[in-house]
T-cell receptor, first 113, second 114 residues
């Protein structure tokens, strides 16, 4: 498959543990944030989003936290499974009213049995 | 099945030989976009289109052209490819350009320019 993360930071976790992936965003005016998951050989897939008027949002096994004071976003995955192994990208909407996403460089999550 | 398709998935070409990568979506989405993905740089937007006949430059448009003659199609054109355009390309679409709509990505096109 296509190699998208030759030089990415890697988070290694044991199956069943919780994972936390962090992201620093650049624009204090960004009003919408998304986490994407990219498996080898595939395009990015939406996981969860959050608007700037919230500081926490929960999905199925995933939680996104937003700290606007320090421009920090995190993705928490509960009970990490081997199928969670992928590269994870945060993205911020840099232009209000437009779907103008700026992506972070990504973090590789490696889940070990 | 709702999806974004790209063709070809893999392409090896030589410098200067014009090529087109097609992108098509079946979700009646207004907004479409092209990204390139390079190791350590994440995804960078090349061009985007807010609707038919409405296109605009993204962050790295040099060396690329696009067109949006139909709502479902958004081809990426490289008139004279160069080796620095070797990359992994993704097309994406979303319902609107309102800023809070999920973007659906195609499977990617791996382009190598020698």
């Amino acid at each position: 498959g296509e190699s998208v993360g030759l030089h990415l930071p890697t988070l290694s976790v044991q199956e069943g543990d919780n994972s936390i992936i962090n992201c620093a965003y650049s624009n204090s005016a960004s009003d919408y944030f998304i986490w994407y998951k990219q498996e080898s050989g595939k395009g990015p897939q939406f996981i969860i989003d959050i608007r700037s008027n919230m500081d926490k949002r929960q999905g199925q096994r995933v939680t996104v936290l937003l700290n606007k004071t320090v421009k920090h976003l995190s993705l928490q995955i509960a009970a990490t499974q081997p199928g969670d192994s992928a590269v994870y990208f945060c993205a911020e909407n840099a232009k209000k009213g437009y779907n103008k996403l700026i992506f972070g460089a990504g973090t590789r999550l490696a889940v070990h049995p | 099945e709702a999806q974004v398709t790209q063709n070809p998935r893999y392409l090896i070409t030589v410098t200067g030989k014009k090529l087109t990568v097609t992108c098509s979506q079946n979700m009646n989405h207004e907004y479409m976009s092209w990204y390139r993905q390079d190791p350590g740089l994440g995804l960078r937007q090349i061009y985007y289109s807010m609707n038919v006949e409405v296109t605009d430059k993204g962050d790295v448009p040099e060396g690329y052209k696009v067109s949006r003659k139909e709502k479902r199609n958004f081809p990426l054109i490289l008139e004279s490819p160069s080796p620095n355009q070797t990359s992994l390309y993704f097309c994406a679409s979303s319902l609107s350009n309102g800023g809070d709509y999920e973007q659906y990505f195609g499977p990617g096109t791996r382009l190598t320019v020698t």
